[in-house]
């Protein structure tokens, strides 16, 4: 499986962006793909994942901001982000697990999100 993500832009504080995961390499929607972060002097953090079977979850930070969502037919995953805060400044990755078990083997480069106040 290969994964390229892109959309990182600089953006004002309460702006929206889209993150894309372009996949390639196996059925798109028949594993996990999850997006993690990782902000300057911490370590890579979970943001989101959307499973096999379609359900998603959240870290409790971006929780009610955030929407993971797919399109199958594209092969693309997406990160909608809104209410952007400039904690949410961070290089934010793609990756995929594909025994649907929490092993996230496959990752994508990062793209830098950049929240001005």
């Known amino acids: 499986v290969q994964l390229q993500a892109f959309g990182g832009v600089l953006v004002q504080a309460g702006g929206s962006l889209r993150l894309s995961c372009a996949a390639s390499?196996?059925?798109?929607?028949?594993?996990?793909t999850g997006w993690f972060r990782q902000a300057p002097g911490k370590e890579r953090e979970f943001v989101a994942d959307i499973r096999w079977n379609g359900g998603t979850h959240y870290s409790d930070s971006v929780k009610g901001r955030f929407t993971i969502s797919r399109d199958n037919a594209k092969n693309t995953g997406y990160l909608q982000m809104n209410s952007l805060k400039s904690e949410d400044t961070a290089v934010y990755y793609c990756?995929?697990?594909?025994?649907?078990?929490?092993?996230?083997?496959?990752w994508g480069q990062g793209t830098q999100v950049t929240v001005s106040s």
């Open positions: 990756a995929a697990d594909l025994r649907n078990g929490g092993t996230w083997l496959y």
């Open positions: 390499g196996r059925k798109f929607g028949s594993y996990t």
